[in-house]
Structure formats: C-alpha cells, structure tokens
C-alpha cells in the first residue's frame, strides 16, 4: 500500500508542484502516456490492494483456526503478482487507444495531470472507443472490488459480535477500523471526483480540478497517519 502510494503520488505531485510554483506548464507526449499511465496503475493497484487486506481481515476473524493454512506465502505472493498484472494489462491498453489518436486542435490540458479521459478529448477523432473503455476499466475492477469488500464485511461484524469475549470483539474491531478508515480515504474523494465529472456541468472547472488532485493527495497523505496511529 505504501509502495503504491508513492507511485500515485510522485506521478502526479511533482509536476503540479513545478506547474504551480515555477510556472513549468509543458510536457512531452511520451511523458503525458507514462504520467497517465502511472496514474490509472497505481489506482487500480490501490483498490486491489484494500480488496486483499478485506480478504485478509475477513479469513482472521471468520476463519481465524484456518489462517495460517489458507494465507500461506506462495498464497500472498501469487495474490501479489495477480494484482500487480491485472492492473498493468488493465491499463496498458489506455496508452495506445491515446497513440493511434491524431492531435491536430489544442494541445492544452484543461488539468493539472495527464488522465485518459481528459487527454483523449483533445483528439479531433473520434474518442468513442477511449470513452466506453475508460468506463468499462472501473467498472470491472474498481467497482467489483467495492463489491467484494462490502461482502466481507458483512460477514465480519456477524462473526465479531459472536465472540464470547468483550477484549476480543474490541480487538477484532479494531483491526478492522484502520482498514475501513483507509477505504474511505481512498474511495470517498475518488467517487466524488468521478460524480462531480460525470454529472455536475454547473461546478466551475476549477472545482472540477481540485476534486481530482483531492484523490491523489490525501490518500498518500492520510495512509500514514492511519497505519502510524494504529501502530
């Protein structure tokens, strides 16, 4: 988690930084593909990642005599390596549906980084593709990972609260309540973006911006925080 938290956070924060303090507003297109690229990984990434830690939280608490056995380290590893090519083959396909597309209006991004959707519009072709698979991409990963979270955590609270004893039901749940408190860090801003996009065409575009860069900035930060508290 820390390790793609720094990815998402070195993509997109130096080079807002140089934009507003140095007034550096350029950057090649192979740049804009590899910001935009790192980006949307670590993203997706991060979701998978909340997803694993829900499973890993859900096998200690509902199936704690079973743990060891289930969560072996060729297991953890395999889970690793499944996310990180899940999300790499995911997102690979953004950066040649930008490449095959010409750029012969403006070349100005309306941003303060490189995301699919918003470098596509610049396009004078016709983005239809990039748009069904930009809203595809979330559906398929992002949003199942919600759903897969929110049903381990419907079985948690149940096993919990079938504890006999009251410290190991407080322990239970507070394991549980740094993980739920770096899910809402992480998709609250997200999905708030995404909505303020997608529906609200009455919010300033300057509004519109600095809910995009809120999704790269506090989760990275918070992250910390949450986890050094809890330790």
Not at 127 to 139: R, T
Not at 151 to 167: D, E, G, T
Request: contains cysteine; glycine residues 4%; charged residues 10%.
């Amino acid at each position: 988690l820390a390790t793609t938290d720094l990815i998402l956070s070195t993509a997109t924060i130096p080079k807002l930084l140089s934009n507003l303090w140095f007034g550096s507003q350029e950057i090649t297109f192979s740049g804009c593909l590899t910001q935009m690229f790192f980006l949307h990984f670590s993203f997706v990434v991060d979701s998978a990642i909340l997803l694993a830690m829900a499973f890993d939280h859900y096998v200690a608490i509902c199936l704690p005599l079973r743990y060891t056995t289930i969560l072996t380290p060729p297991v953890i590893i395999r889970l690793v390596v499944s996310m990180v090519v899940r999300s790499f083959f995911v997102i690979l396909p953004d950066v040649f549906l930008l490449k095959r597309l010409p750029f012969c209006k403006t070349h100005i991004i309306q941003h303060t980084y490189c995301e699919h959707i918003g470098v596509a519009r610049l396009s004078s072709a016709d983005i239809s593709i990039n748009i069904w698979y930009g809203f595809a991409v979330p559906l398929m990963t992002v949003s199942s990972d919600v759903i897969f979270i929110t049903v381990s955590y419907i079985f948690i609270p149940h096993a919990v609260f079938q504890l006999s004893s009251q410290r190991a039901r407080h322990k239970a749940l507070s394991t549980c309540g740094s993980h739920v408190c770096v899910i809402l860090v992480f998709y609250t801003p997200a999905f708030f973006s995404i909505l303020a996009h997608r529906f609200g065409h009455s919010v300033p575009p300057s509004m519109l911006i600095l809910f995009a860069n809120l999704y790269v900035a506090i989760p990275p930060a918070l992250n910390p925080i949450v986890y050094g508290i809890k330790t």
